[in-house]
């Protein structure tokens, strides 16, 4: 299986690459028990991992995604969260986030979606969140992106002291469901509304058709073709599925 594909270093730890299957783990959340990904089966998942519970940049990304988590479901996609701490004590750090923690005009923030417990480490070793050179027991910042399919399409790691900007985890998530439903690319800073790559030209007639005929595309030369794809279009599919 996907075992073969992943990458493993000396001491046991493995790491699922883009483009892998996601590697299977059943768990205990704050949500009841999961079977991953096979309960995510036709939803794209954000699986993630901070380092630990009560530390004052995991409580800011936790009420962050917890308040955009509608965004994300209605762009088709799950979060689920992932530290090497116990159920109570997520369950003490969630209600004390609900209770206590104000954070960027953010108060009484629910989390409601499953945090896993992974005192053993069995699934952040499997999903190369333990770093050992950055930390040997904490889980670094890892987002791993899951499409419908259970396939690992992007990967994002930031270190302990770093919280991560939630509006690229979500211009990420959109810009690969544009990809995936448009057949085309995206170039650097793309957001729904900007123009969006067409894939180069596979032959020297197809190069010249492009730069000669094609009224559809605008062409900086002939492997550098872009054209129009209407921001409520997207919006629309992506939003949809
Ligand atoms: C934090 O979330 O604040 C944090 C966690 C581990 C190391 C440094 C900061």
């Not at 979606?113 to 333990?130: H, Q, R, S, W």
């Not at 040997?136 to 302990?160: G, H, N």
Request: glycine share 6%; aromatic share 10%.
């Amino acid at each position: 299986m996907e075992t073969k594909e992943i990458l493993s270093n000396e001491i046991g730890f493995s790491m699922p690459r883009i483009g892998d299957k996601a590697p299977e783990f059943t768990a205990v959340t704050t949500q009841g028990e999961i079977n991953f990904p096979s309960d995510y089966k036709g939803n794209w998942v954000i699986l993630f991992s901070h380092p630990a519970d009560f530390t004052p940049v995991c409580t800011s990304e936790f009420m962050t995604f917890a308040h955009l988590e509608e965004k994300f479901n209605k762009a088709n996609c799950k979060l689920v969260g992932l530290s090497v701490d116990g159920l109570y004590s997520h369950i003490a750090w969630l209600r004390t986030i609900k209770d206590k923690i104000k954070f960027n005009g953010m108060k009484d923030i629910e989390v409601k979606f499953p945090l896993i417990e992974d005192i053993t480490m069995n699934v952040a070793k499997k999903y190369g969140m333990i770093q050992p050179g950055e930390h040997k027991t904490q889980a670094v910042r890892a987002v791993f992106f899951i499409d419908p399919e259970s396939t690992v399409r992007a990967i994002i790691y930031y270190p302990l002291s770093l919280g991560r900007n939630f509006d690229e985890i979500y211009r990420a998530l959109i810009a690969m469901q544009t990809s995936d439903k448009f057949n085309v690319a995206t170039p650097a800073d793309w957001e729904p509304g900007k123009d969006v790559i067409i894939s180069p030209a596979g032959s020297c007639g197809m190069a010249e058709e492009r730069m000669t005929n094609a009224d559809d595309l605008d062409c900086e030369d002939w492997f550098f073709c872009t054209k129009k794809l209407d921001k409520d279009l997207v919006l629309k599919e992506v939003l949809k599925s």
